[in-house]
């Protein structure tokens, strides 16, 4: 096994991630930005190294700075957890020419799939639906030609994207040009790749995803589904798994569809398949997501399964420790992501310092954070300050068991999203659990209607 791992990022997952190597008796190194000097995971980690100042360009993004601490404490491998540079396959080509081991899928593989158009050519080979499109990189005038074949609405995406970046809805053949060049303008920004394709718009679809785990030796696995669709502006606020409200037949397809993929192109790390289900329950493959994930705690929760150690195991060459039909779902589990965000200011984000902390206890209920009493959350970097997870047999208990470690959740000094959450746990639709994409907006909109007549 690995003897010690530098890890790549900050925050809740870099903890994570220093607590499944502690378990499994690995050395850690953190590195920090200036901004993190008081940073949690610097404080749980083996070693420690400053790398740079607080800009994420100048430390966590910086490629050279985080090899060379890796090297300069004898790591022998790289963690880069999820966000940053986790999906870069030139960041996970240069760890490997300097004789580390990336912890991550295959650069190669991380590229071909990480290319929003390679990889549905890749999935139309595999036999696995996808959205009706331009199924790679266009121009403004190829796209809108495309767009008025398959019809309005459409989607123009960033090919290098991810997040909700570098993505508009075009409603209209007038407006085509205008939002092409917006999503242009902001791939360039965010992945310094411009290149944009186009796609149907899926009216209202539920977003469902199929975590998988694979070894260097040709074994995939599915460790079930969560339902994401439970999303802001394409950036999610609420997972949960499995879903309930799909039928077994779809998800047998989905199982097939999502490890077809995964054996397609020769995955060998811990990943995700993102999918889109109409109301027909028709399916199509929209990316893959060849890293661990924020919402990965779900599935944890329900299989007791860990995925962090697994995606460590399958980099140092180890066989896959569980085979299909030891994986079994033992219950339900909700996540919130909550954030420091003001939410009655369209969610801006609120840095500060916190005050006072409150985390919520008892069976079933689990919170992955680095934050704590005194801790001043940066202006630099993503907002979230902790997910809260809770597992139960039913999924009734589990929202009700929800609602509760929200209630005792208190966190001070900073506005959070925590009553947003709290509220929304109490919607006769989300406890329905028939909910899609469209969700939050229309729920947003009648809390502002309903403030509004309250006033």
Not at 73 to 87: N, V, W
Not at 112 to 136: F, L, Q, R, T
């Amino acid at each position: 096994m690995f003897r010690k791992i530098l890890i790549a990022n900050r925050g809740e997952i870099a903890v994570r991630i220093i607590r499944a190597c502690k378990e499994l008796g690995i050395e850690t190194v953190a590195v920090y930005s200036k901004a993190d000097e008081h940073a949690l995971h610097k404080e749980l980690a083996s070693e420690t190294v400053c790398i740079g100042e607080a800009s994420a360009l100048d430390s966590y993004l910086n490629m050279e700075r985080l090899i060379s601490a890796a090297c300069l404490t004898g790591c022998d491998a790289i963690h880069p957890g999820f966000g940053f540079l986790s999906e870069n396959p030139t960041f996970a080509r240069m760890v490997e020419k300097c004789g580390l081991v990336f912890i991550g899928p295959n650069p190669d593989v991380m590229e071909k799939m990480g290319n929003k158009a390679e990889a549905v050519a890749s999935m139309i080979s595999a036999g696995v639906p996808v959205v009706p499109g331009s199924h790679k990189a266009v121009t403004m005038e190829e796209g809108r030609k495309i767009a008025d074949e398959v019809g309005y609405p459409v989607l123009v995406k960033a090919s290098a994207g991810g997040g909700g970046k570098g993505i508009r809805k075009v409603n209209s053949h007038d407006e085509f040009e205008e939002l092409y060049n917006e999503a242009h303008e902001e791939a360039i920004k965010f992945f310094a790749n411009g290149d944009i394709y186009v796609e149907k718009c899926i009216i209202n679809p539920k977003h469902i995803e199929v975590q998988l785990l694979a070894d260097k030796h040709g074994h995939v696995i599915h460790l079930f589904e969560r339902n994401c669709s439970m999303q802001r502006r394409n950036q999610k606020m609420l997972e949960e798994a499995p879903c309930q409200s799909i039928s077994k037949e779809l998800k047998q397809k989905l199982y097939k569809s999502a490890i077809d993929a995964c054996k397609y192109v020769n995955y060998d790390s811990v990943g995700t398949i993102e999918f889109l289900v109409d109301k027909d329950e028709n399916y199509y493959f929209i990316e893959m997501n060849t890293r661990i994930q924020v919402e990965h705690c779900v599935t944890e929760e329900i299989t007791h399964i860990d995925i962090v150690k697994a995606m460590i195991k399958s980099a140092y060459g180890l066989n896959l420790e569980y085979k299909q039909e030891d994986v079994k779902c033992l219950g339900y589990a909700i996540e919130c992501r909550i954030a420091a965000e003001d939410v009655s200011n369209d969610f801006r984000p609120c840095p500060g310092e916190i005050s006072f902390l409150h985390i919520p206890g008892g069976m079933g209920v689990r919170v992955d954070s680095s934050v704590y009493p005194g801790y001043k959350i940066s202006p630099y970097y993503d907002s979230m300050i902790l997910k809260l997870i809770v597992f139960s047999k039913t999924r009734l208990e589990c929202i009700r068991k929800m609602r509760a470690a929200l209630e005792e959740l208190i966190i001070d000094g900073v506005n959070t999203t925590t009553e947003f959450h709290y509220v929304l746990l109490h919607d006769p639709k989300y406890i329905l659990g028939n909910y899609d994409t469209s969700f939050i907006e229309n729920f947003i909109k009648e809390l502002n209607s309903n403030a509004k007549r309250i006033r």
